[in-house]
């Protein structure tokens, strides 16, 4: 097992990668987190030193607590919100993003698109400015510096009301609440995509609602983030092959909550429909530091997958990418079968 597991390793780290699904703001490292603390004068009450506030990132976090009941520990979005409270200007910004880049580049990462979050950053007065120049000047270095290409996506937040963010995500938030913002979104041309977390309440009507009318239109979205459930519904199923559409999967955000056999056993459903699946990282710092790697070798390994499937994960996440056509030809090119 143990060769096993290193010829895993080895041919992973090796593997030219897309990563579809990753939150900038889940990859804040605790030094990044310690350092702008000091530099923007931001206490950390609950961390007096920085190994206190290495050590906060092993824990497991509770989910919800509307679900799981409270057990003691913060939730991840109590932990993911209060990390950021440190990115204050423009600088924090570029130095956060940069730092996943370095990351990506020795991942063998060559695109990438990020989700950022702007509305959990305005509504604690950091100017939008900040957030997108910085993440701008970023995506530019990361081409100079690591021959990384990046697109950023653009989130808004289903938790709309401000004071409730510590308290509430998409739970009772359907994707239908918001169809005028979708709309919008495709009418100024932007791409698609919405979150359907798995484990969800009604996760499988929100993975229609996505896939169909509520979402860019009465075409749906052009992918969809998680879904995992959806292999539960043979009618979702269907849909999701009919419109070509994608999925961004991320076993270790299930995996650290859920059945192995349920995790990586409706993967390899999804994988045996034909469905376009690809594997990313989510938010690997709040995740026990399992990156885009950790998250292929865990897939490989669980679901017997050999070296031409994970090649073809790859091919995925180029099909379902949003990269430009120059780029798009570099990575099929490189990903040879």
Same mark, same amino acid.
């Given at each position: 097992? @143990? +060769?096993?597991?290193?010829?895993?390793?080895?041919?992973?780290?090796?593997?030219?990668?897309?990563?579809? $699904?990753?939150?900038?703001?889940?990859?804040?490292?605790?030094?990044?987190?310690?350092?702008?603390?000091?530099? *923007?004068?931001?206490?950390? /009450?609950?961390?007096?030193?920085?190994?206190? #506030?290495?050590?906060?990132?092993?824990?497991?976090?509770?989910?919800?607590?509307?679900?799981?009941?409270?057990?003691?520990?913060?939730?991840?979005?109590?932990?993911?919100?209060?990390?950021?409270?440190?990115?204050?200007?423009?600088?924090?910004?570029?130095?956060? &993003?940069?730092?996943?880049?370095?990351?990506?580049?020795?991942?063998?990462?060559?695109?990438?698109?990020?989700?950022?979050? /702007?509305?959990?950053?305005?509504?604690?007065?950091? @100017? #939008?400015? @900040?957030?997108?120049?910085?993440?701008?000047? &970023?995506?530019?270095?990361?081409?100079?510096?690591?021959?990384?290409?990046?697109?950023?996506?653009?989130?808004?937040?289903?938790?709309? %009301?401000?004071?409730?963010?510590?308290?509430?995500?998409?739970?009772?938030?359907?994707?239908?609440?918001?169809?005028?913002?979708?709309?919008?979104?495709?009418?100024?041309?932007?791409?698609?995509?919405? $979150?359907? +977390?798995?484990?969800?309440?009604?996760? $499988?009507?929100?993975?229609?609602?996505?896939? !169909?009318?509520?979402?860019?239109?009465?075409?749906? @979205?052009?992918?969809?983030?998680?879904?995992?459930?959806?292999?539960?519904?043979?009618?979702?199923?269907?849909?999701?092959?009919?419109?070509?559409?994608?999925?961004?999967?991320? /076993?270790?955000?299930?995996?650290?909550?859920?059945?192995?056999?349920?995790?990586?056993?409706?993967?390899?459903?999804?994988?045996?429909?034909?469905?376009?699946?690809? =594997?990313?990282?989510?938010?690997? !710092?709040?995740? $026990?530091?399992?990156?885009?790697?950790? *998250?292929?070798?865990?897939?490989?390994?669980?679901?017997?997958? *050999?070296?031409?499937?994970?090649?073809?994960?790859?091919?995925?996440?180029? %099909? =379902?990418?949003?990269?430009?056509?120059?780029?798009?030809?570099?990575?099929?090119?490189?990903?040879? #079968?």
């Amino acid at each position: 097992m @143990a +060769d096993i597991d290193t010829f895993i390793s080895t041919f992973i780290s090796q593997l030219p990668k897309v990563e579809l $699904h990753v939150h900038i703001e889940g990859t804040l490292s605790p030094s990044l987190r310690w350092r702008l603390a000091q530099k *923007n004068q931001i206490p950390l /009450p609950s961390y007096p030193t920085y190994e206190s #506030l290495v050590a906060s990132y092993a824990t497991m976090y509770n989910h919800r607590r509307e679900m799981q009941g409270d057990n003691g520990l913060p939730t991840f979005l109590e932990a993911y919100y209060g990390g950021m409270e440190v990115l204050r200007t423009e600088e924090d910004f570029y130095d956060l &993003a940069m730092e996943y880049f370095a990351k990506a580049a020795d991942m063998n990462i060559w695109y990438t698109d990020p989700f950022f979050d /702007p509305q959990t950053h305005t509504r604690r007065g950091v @100017a #939008l400015a @900040a957030v997108m120049n910085g993440l701008k000047r &970023a995506k530019r270095d990361a081409r100079r510096l690591y021959s990384v290409e990046a697109d950023w996506t653009m989130c808004f937040l289903r938790d709309v %009301d401000p004071s409730s963010a510590m308290e509430t995500n998409e739970y009772d938030r359907p994707p239908s609440l918001f169809p005028d913002v979708f709309a919008q979104a495709r009418k100024d041309g932007y791409w698609i995509t919405a $979150h359907c +977390d798995v484990g969800q309440k009604i996760t $499988h009507e929100h993975i229609r609602e996505v896939a !169909t009318s509520y979402v860019g239109g009465f075409e749906g @979205a052009d992918r969809i983030d998680h879904g995992l459930n959806a292999i539960e519904r043979p009618e979702l199923i269907q849909i999701i092959k009919q419109r070509g559409l994608g999925l961004t999967l991320c /076993p270790q955000a299930y995996h650290r909550r859920l059945p192995t056999e349920y995790v990586f056993g409706n993967i390899k459903k999804l994988w045996d429909e034909g469905v376009r699946i690809t =594997i990313a990282s989510d938010d690997p !710092t709040y995740m $026990h530091q399992r990156w885009v790697q950790e *998250n292929l070798e865990l897939v490989m390994h669980y679901c017997g997958f *050999n070296s031409r499937d994970m090649i073809r994960l790859q091919k995925n996440g180029v %099909d =379902i990418s949003w990269a430009a056509e120059d780029e798009l030809d570099v990575m099929e090119r490189t990903l040879t #079968l």
